[in-house]
């Protein structure tokens, strides 16, 4: 059973960048076996997908919003990360962590992280 | 690409059958998913590729469709059942539907 943790800081200033760490247990990064996304949810709206990462280091990022992500793997730590800038307050969200086999629909899925932007 | 679900809200008693529509803005064959999330709580997939049931869950949630049109039934809602439901494709990117909220009439 592959469980995930998000963490990070609870609070981010406006033009700043938003920094998220997942970790993940059950499984090893590094085996291949999934896909590791990051997704959120606006307040009161729909899920947004933001992108994803595979234990090669290779990445793919929701068109919308790739000038200002970017994900990494530490396979030492089990752990990936997002990192988002610029952001303001519209980036107010939930950001849950999730693992996808093949990348395509989200078996598994952290308890997700409230990160509100606000100076 | 778009997706729309309907309807935004569907109020519904336990014991009755529960219809939810999404609706993609092109084709995305079968590459739709269903999920469902209760309050303070990740989303939980129910379906993928838009009619096999995820591991472990019940039999009375079932999907259909293909291309732009696709349909997540529950036959006999339980208590547990009501819940927000997302769509998602994995066609082209991703993208979520912006859910249905069913509710206990």
């Known amino acids: 059973q592959v469980q995930l943790q998000e963490s990070g800081p609870g609070l981010v200033k406006p033009s700043q960048t938003l920094s998220l760490t997942c970790t993940v247990s059950g499984s090893s990064i590094s085996s291949g076996s999934y896909y590791w996304s990051w997704i959120r949810q606006l307040p009161g709206k729909g899920l947004e997908w933001i992108g994803h990462?595979?234990?090669?280091?290779?990445?793919y990022y929701n068109p919308s919003l790739k000038s200002r992500v970017s994900m990494s793997i530490d396979t030492s730590k089990n752990q990936f990360s997002l990192s988002l800038s610029s952001v303001t307050a519209a980036d107010t969200a939930v950001y849950y962590c999730?693992?996808?086999?093949?990348?395509?629909?989200?078996?598994?899925w952290g308890q997700g992280t409230l990160v509100p932007v606000s100076s | 690409i778009v997706l729309t679900q309907s309807p935004a809200t569907l109020s519904l008693s336990p014991g009755e059958r529960a219809t939810l529509s999404c609706r993609a803005s092109?084709?995305?064959?079968?590459?739709l998913g269903w999920y469902q999330q209760k309050p303070g709580q990740a989303p939980r997939l129910l379906i993928y590729?838009?009619?096999r049931r995820a591991t472990g869950i019940p039999a009375r949630f079932s999907g259909s469709g293909s291309g732009t049109d696709f349909t997540l039934t529950i036959s006999s809602l339980e208590p547990e059942d009501f819940a927000v439901y997302f769509c998602?494709?994995?066609?082209?990117?991703?993208?979520f539907g912006q859910g249905t909220k069913l509710e206990i009439k």
């Open positions: 990462i595979y234990h090669s280091g290779g990445s």
């Open positions: 998602q494709q994995r066609s082209n990117w991703r993208t």
């Open positions: 999730g693992a996808a086999p093949n990348a395509n629909y989200y078996d598994y």
């Open positions: 590729d838009a009619s």
């Open positions: 092109q084709s995305v064959t079968n590459y």
